[in-house]
């Protein structure tokens, strides 16, 4: 509907696009300690999925739905999606299982966390599982030619890029992975 949405520090911005121009509207504080906010748009319920490290909750890995109204845009609760400290927050989505897939580091693990959204554009955190110890930087990417959630990420005991390519997703929400590929 023409409309833009940014997340700069711990506000959210509506834009409204109009030719080549865009009319911000006033920026509303979602967070006091939001840090690393990583979003995703659902088109069917028309919501934004946002998950952040907050800093002001231990770093803990944090979820909350954004709604868009005009110019504004407000926000349900927060939810804690992990209660740990949290990091190197990405997100993709998966189009063959329909869901939003987070995924931060801590502790020497990457974590992988499925969400899907219902029509009314409410989440349901579908699985909550590990890749493996001692990785980090994890980078996913979804190919849609082969319906694979290939994730590129870091291996700490060897110091090298590996790559892991989903085999399978269960009813549980939850990945199943190839041996990692370096």
Known sequence: NEKVVVFAGDKAYVGTVSGTSITWGTGVQYSNYAEETRAQYDPVSGKIIIVYRDSGNNQYATMRIATVSGTTISFTSATVLY???????????????????????????????????????????????????????????????????????RNRSYNRTEVKVST??????E????????
């Open 175 to 182: 990945y199943s992975f190839s041996s990692a590929h370096n």
């Open 83 to 153: 209660s740990n400290n949290s990091s190197e927050i990405q997100t993709v989505y998966d189009p063959d299982n329909d869901v939003y897939v987070f995924m931060f580091f801590y502790s020497y693990q990457v974590y992988i966390f499925a969400i899907s959204m219902s029509s009314s554009g409410v989440p349901t955190v579908k699985g909550q599982h590990d890749l493996g110890s001692q990785t980090d930087y994890a980078r996913p990417v979804y190919d849609t030619a082969n319906n694979r959630l290939v994730v590129f990420h």
């Open 168 to 173: 399978s997703f269960n009813t549980n929400g």
